[in-house]
């Protein structure tokens, strides 16, 4: 299998490259911008699937945990049981 440029990737989505922000070869960031541009449905899902932890220890359960409360202010996220137990955070 052959890795795509990030750029083909994006353009194949219906991103500008300006909406597409290379980091590295085969990885990129996508311009919060792209957003409000694409029309259609909004989605549903956020997939936190791998990164590199920050110097001061911040990987993917610091982000999916800052980024649920940061849904649950917005009035757009419901938390799971298991996870506002292991944090002792309320699900209301």
């Known amino acids: 299998m052959t890795l795509r440029a990030m750029t083909d990737v994006g353009a194949e989505l219906g991103l500008s490259p300006e909406d597409v922000l290379p980091w590295g070869t085969h990885r990129a960031k996508v311009s919060l911008d792209a957003l409000?541009?694409?029309?259609?449905?909004?989605?549903?899902?956020?997939?936190?699937?791998a990164i590199n932890p920050t110097p001061p220890g911040e990987g993917k359960t610091t982000m999916s945990v800052a980024l649920a409360m940061g849904l649950r202010k917005r009035g757009a996220a419901r938390w799971r049981p298991c996870a506002?137990?292991?944090w002792a955070l309320s699900s209301a």
């Open 36 to 49: 409000g541009k694409r029309g259609g449905r909004q989605g549903r899902l956020v997939l936190v699937s």
């Open 84 to 86: 506002s137990r292991h």
